[in-house]
């Protein structure tokens, strides 16, 4: 099973979370557990509704991975 790649970054006092492979799927939240939440419940949403306007859908393709790590 493959899923939508999630980026998630700190703002200072906010969360922000997008998708690479869905364009305009976005959330802002006050915490990492509430933009991850709120971003679970857009990627449906943002599908349904490119389902509605007659979009084709994207297939999974980005790949995420952590390359160096900062002490």
């Not at 099973?1 to 492979?21: L, Q, R, T």
């Not at 939440?37 to 857009?42: F, M, N, S, T």
Request: charge should be negative.
């Amino acid at each position: 099973m493959s899923g939508y790649v999630v980026i998630i970054e700190n703002e200072g006092e906010s969360w922000g979370a997008y998708v690479p492979d869905l364009p305009g799927c976005v959330a802002v939240g006050g915490s990492r557990a509430e933009v991850e939440q709120l971003i679970r419940e857009a990627i449906p949403m943002h599908l349904d509704l490119m389902r509605e306007q007659g979009e084709e859908i994207p297939r999974p393709a980005a790949a995420g991975a952590i390359v160096v790590q900062v002490a």
